[in-house]
């Protein structure tokens, strides 16, 4: 089945420390990939897509075809990091985005 | 500088009743999207539309419809709100192969 993977409900770690969210994905072909973000009180709003190949925040994300996945990273998490972080593959020619079940992401002083 | 408006932030309604739900886009964006949004099972698809007057099913479509009668507009449509139904529900909107733009949700609770 096609389904998109975020094993972490929730990820702690201290500001300053390296951080990766983990995004394991199942679609065949090759979908577009986007992480999104949730700030409290906030609007989902797009963090980066890996099309781009974007830097934002300091987020970056590497693809791995060969595992299928899409791992969100950062090499020193600030305390204004601390968020919902979801992973959306679109798969191909479908214009839909299937959403994982999203990670928070806490950091701490 | 908002471009995905839903009308309502805060929803309270009644088991039984038929309940609209609104958004609208302003930046003539094709696609759009409804979603709800329920803690550890993040964003569902409940339907979505590639122009006016199209509709297709998402993952949950079962107790909803809804509605595209001009581009700007999509509109989600509980026919009979239940308990179950409580949650938040978000709209996007989206134009060609980049991602989307959210609405800031609207939080049902049915009672």
């Known amino acids: 089945a096609q389904r998109v993977t975020q094993p972490e409900k929730l990820l702690s770690v201290f500001k300053g420390a390296p951080v990766e969210l983990k995004c394991n994905y199942s679609?065949?072909?090759?979908?577009?990939l986007f992480w999104y973000v949730q700030y409290s009180r906030q609007r989902l709003q797009l963090l980066l897509r890996h099309i781009s190949r974007e830097s934002i925040k300091g987020f970056t994300a590497d693809l791995n075809k060969g595992e299928t996945s899409f791992h969100l990273k950062k090499p020193f998490a600030q305390e204004e990091d601390s968020a919902m972080y979801y992973c959306?593959?679109?798969?191909?020619?479908?214009?839909?985005?299937?959403f994982g079940q999203g990670t928070t992401l806490q950091v701490k002083p | 500088d908002v471009k995905v408006t839903q009308s309502s932030r805060y929803l309270v309604k009644r088991t039984g009743e038929k309940v609209f739900l609104e958004c609208v886009q302003d930046?003539?964006?094709?696609?759009m999207f409804w979603y709800r949004q329920d803690p550890g099972l993040g964003l569902r698809l409940i339907y979505f539309s590639y122009d006016v007057k199209m509709k297709e099913k998402g993952d949950i479509p079962e107790g909803y419809s809804v509605s595209r009668e001009k581009k700007e507009r999509f509109s989600l449509i509980l026919e009979s709100a239940s308990t179950n139904q409580t949650s938040m529900y978000l709209c996007a909107s989206r134009q060609g192969g980049y991602g989307y733009t959210f609405g800031s949700g609207t939080r049902l609770t049915v009672v």
């Open positions: 930046m003539d964006h094709e696609n």
């Open positions: 679609y065949s072909g090759s979908p577009e």
């Open positions: 959306a593959p679109s798969p191909s020619n479908t214009g839909k985005l299937i």
